[in-house]
């Protein structure tokens, strides 16, 4: 069983920036997708953005610039740096890893911006 766990979340102000961790439990991360996503009360969740197993990134067009996605596939951890935080950001926020087959979830991470 492959487990997925974030960190990083918190309550930050308007402007402000977070970085949020995704560990992965098994060495499959290098050869797996790495996906962040964000669910709002209310709302659906929403893909934030990917990078790919061959190193390909896509951002949902509302954190293009703001932002960043990356991995350590030494580390089995993924990453999302995100800046110029605003209020519509918040969210609870979940990683997964993903290839053709499977597709692993981790329990997400809460962030809240607001002053």
């Known amino acids: 069983q492959v487990q997925l766990v974030e960190s990083g979340g918190g309550l930050v102000q308007p402007g402000g920036s977070l970085r949020l961790s995704c560990a992965v439990s098994?060495?499959?991360?290098?050869?797996?997708?790495l996906g962040w996503y964000r669910q709002a009360p209310g709302k659906q969740r929403e893909q934030v953005a990917v990078?790919?197993?061959?190193?390909?990134?896509t951002y949902a067009d509302f954190v293009k610039g703001r932002f960043t996605v990356s991995r350590d596939n030494a580390k089995n951890t993924g990453y999302l740096q995100m800046n110029s935080l605003k209020p519509e950001d918040t969210a609870v926020y979940y990683c997964?890893?993903?290839?053709?087959?499977?597709?692993?979830w981790g329990q997400g991470t809460q962030v809240t911006v607001s002053s």
């Open positions: 997964n890893t993903f290839n053709s087959w499977n597709t692993y």
């Open positions: 098994r060495s499959i991360f290098s050869i797996y997708n």
């Open positions: 990078f790919t197993s061959n190193g390909r990134i």
